[in-house]
């Protein structure tokens, strides 16, 4: 009769429960303090609201941010390194390893049972510490529960996906550390990659700048760092004073808990067919090795490149900076590839016709690529849209968004103006000379983005110059309609003033100023936002704006431009800087990655004296007496050149 095949070993789960109990009780104990302590400090610190409505909204906000952090996948992320460490530890010691495959115990039965072992380590504690939550929540007067539950299944899903990728990182190592620090590795390499390469392609490739380095389609590769990006809840403030909740990340988060099937999948296959005598090896599975050998080399290659291209950035010609970074990525790329080689194979001697081979395909490989950037082959820096292609363009850091049509193929025809002038741009800037950045941004039909960058002189020559790059960007920003737009947002026309302030600044008797800021209420915010949308329609606005663009060192139009900013907060039924949702999203996707739709805005301005209405509307609300109240920036500069210093 034939012997049923089991795959799971009730002696070694109950083991493992008894030998490994540090684990799982240290992470019970993190799981209490987290949810049922964490909930009542919640209570407790709204404690000094009066009035028990503004108590109750306090207290749930406070809770949902704790929520928020329970959804977070960091904690998972750690606990899984740790708690596949414990639990396959036998297979990282020739002696155990042996031993443990002597006895009559099938390897499927052995993975099966650890893996399950494994995840009730994590899953129980989590699942204890919520259910003494929910009576917490009754204790404190909690009633939104719903996100109690959610942040359990959310948790739950991060276990679940980081322990399997842990235990299949597992099944491909050899040595202990060699698995935490692999599994690291791999949930970072994806966007440490792209991170760097965005750097050495701004150092290649005319108008390409890191600074707009955000989530891509790739980023998906690095899980703790999109998950963590995904997965929360958004807040919504209310003009009432209250808060709306909107948890999301669900979808992305069932996709990884499915990839989760596939990883165990390959673990126990994996498993399978492990060497036992691999044990002590950094790598246990053969083609794994070459896929280890050239990530090192590549990840360290480019980061080399990266540091060595940023030294020499802007300080050499173009053809200069691309042969530094080229013999930089050369030079850390043959050390990293043979000190991978030297980890693999335990020893030194490691050159062979083989490897010198693979290293020399490689190497030209990375050659002809990096040639391809310089002389962009790829279309990089040569590119512009079509004018039937875009939805919006925007200038200056997306805060003027363009959607008229004559006005995009305005902005596209000054971006080709400055591609064609890229030799010149480029050698302006390496001899020194101060340069005023221009970001160009296109929202395309097909839901793309595209962004470019591009040091350009500012100097009062050139910014008085309508033909040139800066002068043409002026001609598009100081137009009145775009100027509102920039200050007050897209729906300009619906703002409410609620509150403001001056900027003043009051010289004591050492003669250090002082910054006093002077506040008003709703009706003087009113009048010194209509004063100043009278200004700005009337085009007194435009000395400001070149003002902030100028980059001569003479103090060009410092005598005409005042020191003391205006700040206004408004509120706006329709919530948003910006014309649709997609953009919104955009905008605030580094601010939990939520649909923020915030009904209040402020605006932050630079005044002039041919700004008449301005100024006269802070007199009329009493924010100043005179004119002479207000300081140039060619004055207040001149009041330190008459501070006498004591050594």
Not at 498 to 515: A, C, K, P
């Amino acid at each position: 009769m034939q012997s049923k095949i089991s795959f799971f070993n009730k002696t070694i789960f109950k083991k493992n429960f008894t030998h490994y109990w540090p684990v799982w009780f240290g992470y019970l104990v993190i799981c209490l303090f987290e949810i049922p302590f964490g909930i009542y400090i919640c209570s407790r610190n709204v404690a000094y609201y009066t009035i028990e409505a503004e108590r109750a909204v306090e207290r749930t906000n406070s809770y949902v941010n704790l929520m928020r952090a329970v959804m977070s996948p960091i904690l998972p992320f750690l606990v899984a390194a740790v708690v596949a460490m414990a639990l396959f530890s036998y297979l990282y010691n020739a002696k155990s390893a042996n031993m443990i495959h002597s006895l009559p115990v099938r390897r499927e039965e052995l993975f099966v049972t650890n893996y399950l072992s494994g995840l009730l380590f994590m899953a129980v504690p989590q699942v204890i510490a919520t259910l003494l939550g929910v009576f917490v929540c009754a204790a404190v007067g909690i009633t939104e529960l719903q996100y109690l539950m959610l942040s359990l299944v959310y948790a739950l899903g991060n276990m679940f996906f980081f322990y399997s990728m842990a235990v299949c990182v597992g099944m491909l190592t050899g040595q202990l550390l060699a698995l935490p620090v692999c599994y690291v590795a791999l949930n970072f390499v994806e966007i440490m990659l792209e991170g760097i390469g965005s750097v050495i392609v701004s150092f290649l490739c005319f108008g390409m700048s890191n600074s707009d380095f955000s989530l891509s389609k790739f980023s998906v590769l690095s899980p703790v760092y999109y998950l963590s990006k995904k997965l929360g809840i958004g807040t919504e403030y209310l003009n009432t004073g209250g808060y709306a909740y909107h948890v999301h990340g669900g979808k992305t988060l069932l996709v990884y808990v499915l990839v989760s099937f596939v990883l165990i999948a390959l673990a126990l296959f994996a498993y399978r067919k492990r060497r036992i005598e691999s044990a002590g090896d950094l790598i246990s599975i053969g083609w794994v090795k070459p896929v280890f050998r050239w990530c090192v080399t590549i990840c360290s290659a480019l980061l080399g490149g990266m540091v060595f291209g940023s030294i020499f950035q802007g300080t050499v010609s173009g053809t200069k900076e691309f042969v530094i970074t080229l013999c930089a990525i050369l030079a850390v790329g043959v050390v990293s590839f043979f000190i991978a080689q030297m980890f693999l194979e335990k020893k030194f001697k490691v050159f062979s016709k083989k490897r010198f081979a693979e290293l020399g395909i490689g190497s030209a490989c990375m050659v002809v690529l990096l040639c391809m950037l310089e002389f962009d082959v790829f279309g990089i820096e040569s590119w512009t849209p079509d004018v039937s292609e875009v939805k919006m363009a925007s200038l200056e850091y997306n805060s003027l968004a363009l959607t008229d049509e004559k006005e995009i193929e305005e902005l596209i025809d000054l971006h080709k103006d400055i591609i064609g002038k890229k030799s010149e741009l480029e050698a302006y800037a390496a001899e020194g000379n101060a340069t005023y950045g221009i970001a160009i941004s296109y929202k395309l039909k097909d839901g793309s983005k595209v962004k470019r960058y591009y040091a350009v002189p500012a100097t009062q020559e050139e910014i008085e110059d309508k033909n040139s790059v800066i002068g043409q960007a002026v001609t598009i920003l100081e137009r009145p309609e775009n100027v509102m737009k920039a200050q007050f947002g897209v729906y300009y026309e619906d703002n409410v003033p609620q509150s403001g302030y001056l900027e003043r600044y009051n010289q004591d008797v050492d003669q250090y100023d002082n910054e006093n800021d002077l506040s008003f209420n709703a009706q003087n915010a009113k009048i010194v936002y209509e004063a100043l949308i009278k200004d700005i329609s009337e085009g007194n606005y435009e000395d400001a704006i070149r003002f902030q663009m100028s980059t001569d060192n003479s103090g060009y139009m410092s005598d005409q431009i005042y020191i003391n900013a205006i700040g206004l907060q408004f509120y706006n039924k329709n919530g948003s800087y910006f014309p649709d949702d997609q953009i919104r999203e955009e905008y605030y996707s580094d601010s939990y990655n939520e649909r923020y739709s915030s009904q209040s805005c402020s605006a932050y301005l630079t005044i002039g004296k041919k700004c008449k209405h301005t100024i006269a509307a802070l007199k009329e609300i009493g924010a100043i007496t005179d004119e002479s109240d207000l300081i140039t920036y060619q004055d207040y500069n001149m009041r330190y050149q008459d501070v006498d210093y004591i050594e």
